[in-house]
């Protein structure tokens, strides 16, 4: 069991927990991921590495409720456990000294990103980062972007905060103006992974995704993961999380995470019908 030492409720549908995992938090790494049970009967499902701390042995993990797990986890606090919490899994983001870096995170992918800008900035880069959500309401940790950015660009679709706009239009204006960007790190929604690849890839600039496909065992095993990179079958629990995105199908990409659509909005229904009749 792992205990929830921290709880925070970050905007409307995305949470802050900090767990007890001293021996997850002792070799985790920038890019790498968990697997969360939440109890007996719950789904496995990966969760990127939002942060953690050696020293106190806790990792931080940030989830926005779609589905019955994360709404599970919503609804947990502090001092309560949760049952199976595996990891580090998956390989580390490359960490050098490549030059200048744009790292960007669209919605509750700004929480991957976090640690990977600042491994980054440690190791000498200049790191630009753009961050964006749908509207203000759905953007946090702002402040903690910042602390690890040389220039920080935030963007929300609706205008309600900073710039109006998707995160791909200061994307390209940074690769039109600064030709030494020496690679592009993108994480959230595949969908923006996939236009960020495509913005790109015209000026040839090496561009890592984090695919957070559907997971059961972590291990290579089960195969749920597979995903298709310059033409060749990859797992993403021991392959990634992280590819090149100018390799990665797309369209299968997105066909494999609608597989279980209906089962998962069936048990989401099930699970907050039960809520309601025991509350």
């Not at 905060?161 to 239009?169: D, L, N, P, Q």
């Not at 790190?185 to 913005?199: D, H, V």
């Not at 496909?213 to 749920?224: A, E, F, L, Q």
């Amino acid at each position: 069991m792992y205990k929830i030492v921290a709880k925070e409720k970050l905007c409307p549908v995305v949470d802050f927990m900090k767990i007890e995992a001293p021996a997850v938090a002792k070799k985790a790494k920038a890019g790498q991921f968990v697997v969360v049970r939440v109890d007996e009967v719950g789904e496995r499902i990966p969760l990127t590495l939002a942060d953690w701390d050696d020293k106190e042995g806790t990792v931080t993990l940030v989830a926005m409720q779609v589905g019955t797990t994360t709404y599970k986890l919503a609804k947990l606090n502090t001092g309560d456990q949760i049952l199976d919490l595996i990891g580090p899994l998956g390989l580390s983001s490359e960490i050098d000294n490549f030059g200048t870096v744009v790292c960007v995170g669209g919605g509750v992918g700004v929480a991957p990103v976090y640690p990977i800008a600042r491994a980054l900035k440690q190791a000498g880069n200049k790191v630009i980062t753009i961050m964006g959500a749908r509207s203000k309401d759905l953007l946090f940790w702002e402040d903690r972007l910042r602390s690890v950015s040389h220039e920080l660009i935030v963007t929300t679709d609706d205008g309600s905060y900073a710039r109006k706009g998707v995160v791909t239009e200061p994307l390209k204006e940074i690769l039109e103006k600064n030709k030494q960007i020496s690679r592009v790190i993108a994480i959230g929604p595949a969908i923006m992974m996939k236009f960020c690849s495509l913005t790109t890839k015209p000026f040839g600039v090496t561009t890592l995704v984090s695919l957070n496909s559907i997971m059961v065992d972590g291990t290579g095993m089960c195969g749920c993961c597979r995903a298709s990179v310059e033409g060749s079958t990859k797992f993403v629990c021991v392959d990634g999380p992280e590819f090149d995105g100018h390799q990665v199908d797309w369209d299968l990409v997105f066909n494999r995470q609608r597989i279980y659509c209906d089962e998962e909005r069936q048990s989401l229904e099930l699970w907050k019908t039960h809520q309601c009749q025991h509350s």
